[in-house]
């Protein structure tokens, strides 16, 4: 086990331990018209819990996947049975987990790890599963305290651009340069003027079962990319999700100084006062 990743193989052999928490992550844009927890239902690792993205954010905001209040976050993540002492591995088949390592992070837990590799390389390796809905965990007591430093706002995204803090926009080229549909109803795709297009499909290995990239590799798609990742950093993308993995390979890479713009591309999309390039629609 890393400061960042578990193995399959560390987690196949530590699934019964009392203090470690198992959770599935999954999450589907709306475009998809389907829901991850019916794929939970089919299949997931032994012992898993599901966590919904929805349920965990903030309700009352007009943008999606936003940061909930501490007090929400507590009452969800104690009703899947953590508290402040559990170690926490989140996995998903996609792109998820390192938006609910982050969340994690920027409510205090640090007791919290990626499954490299996720749900696919599980199965790759042919490992049991389950099918049915997660048992109904004793409710514990989280407290949750929001940590400093690790969420950008609009103003300070609108502050950043075209100077020495690198915005990283993570969406595939399509939806950055606005030729491909956002993913969201009623937002037109485009971007940010300034920031630099780095997709986090090329943080993922598919010759090993989509493992995340080495610190070194991910350094030189950040280099290929023109993004400079050796000063402060803002990630974006299209609803703060694949932001977080960006943020994610910048750390392993050896640079803590980065944050998050919760909001990302559908707040800033929608607003009046952002300066943007868009493809008409």
């Known amino acids: 086990m890393s400061e960042w990743l578990v193995t399959t193989e560390w987690l196949a052999e530590h699934l019964d331990e009392p203090k470690l928490v198992v959770l599935d992550c999954s999450w589907y844009l709306p475009e998809a018209g389907k829901l991850a927890v019916d794929d939970f239902r089919q299949r997931h690792i032994p012992g898993a819990r599901f966590i919904d993205l929805g349920v965990v954010s903030d309700p009352g905001s007009p943008y999606v996947n936003m940061l909930p209040s501490a007090g929400l976050w507590s009452a969800e993540i104690g009703k899947l049975g953590i508290d402040n002492d559990t170690l926490v591995i989140v996995y998903d088949a996609g792109y998820v987990s390192a938006r609910l390592w982050w969340m994690f992070r920027v409510f205090g837990h640090d007791k919290v790890r990626i499954l490299d590799g996720g749900l696919r390389k599980w199965l790759a390796e042919k490992r049991p599963t389950e099918s049915g809905d997660a048992a109904t965990p004793r409710a514990a007591k989280f407290d949750a305290s929001l940590a400093p430093g690790k969420v950008a706002t609009t103003d300070e995204v609108r502050a950043a651009l075209g100077t020495a803090t690198a915005v ?3 969406r595939t080229a399509a ?5 491909e549909g956002s993913g969201y109803p009623g937002v037109a795709s485009g971007h940010m003027p300034h920031a630099i297009n780095t997709p986090w499909a090329k943080f993922f290995d598919p010759a090993r079962d989509y493992a995340f990239v080495d610190a070194d590799t991910a350094a030189q798609v950040f280099a290929e990319s023109g993004a400079d990742i050796g000063g402060p950093v803002i990630t974006t993308c ?15 890479a050896g640079n803590p100084d980065w944050k998050l713009y919760d909001g990302s591309w559908h707040e800033w999309g929608q607003r009046a006062d952002t300066p943007k390039r868009v493809k008409a629609t």
Do not use: Q
């Open 168 to 170: 990283v926009d993570a």
């Open 175 to 179: 939806r950055f340069d606005g030729t």
């Open 238 to 252: 299209g609803s703060g999700v694949t932001a977080a993995i960006l943020g994610f390979m910048i750390e392993r």
